[in-house]
């Protein structure tokens, strides 16, 4: 069974940075793509970020393109969202999730991904 663990939430101003972790086990990480999605209050679930199973592709959404960065540890079985020049529109609650298709290419659709964490909160304020 496959278990996804967020970490590195927190609140920071406007122009901050936070660095997200997702530490994963249960399946063998290092041959599946993985994503972070986020929720805002009243909002539905959107993509954020994706990245290959060797790291190699990377795919952003055009709200955070330029400013957030994914990247994966394969040795670790964990993937990060390096997150800079925040945003209070940036505030949602961050999800990693792993494809369900081993060595799958990254995807910005949700119905691609079979296995989620529970979430960690991320506040910005202006």
């Known amino acids: 069974q496959v278990q996804l663990v967020e970490s590195g939430g927190g609140s920071v101003q406007a122009g901050g940075s936070l660095r997200l972790s997702c530490a994963a086990s249960g399946r063998t990480f290092s041959m599946y793509a993985m994503g972070w999605f986020r929720q805002a209050p009243g909002k539905e679930r959107e993509f954020v970020a994706a990245i290959g199973w060797r790291g190699g592709n990377t795919y952003y959404s055009d709200s955070v393109k330029g400013r957030f960065t994914i990247s994966r540890d394969n040795a670790k079985n964990t993937v990060y969202l390096q997150m800079n020049s925040l945003k209070p529109e940036d505030t949602a609650v961050y999800y990693c999730?792993?494809?369900?298709?081993?060595?799958?290419?990254?995807?910005?659709?949700?119905?691609?991904?079979?296995?989620w964490g529970k979430g960690t909160q991320v506040t910005v304020y202006s």
């Open positions: 999730a792993q494809h369900r298709v081993g060595l799958g290419y990254p995807s910005s659709y949700q119905n691609e991904y079979d296995d």
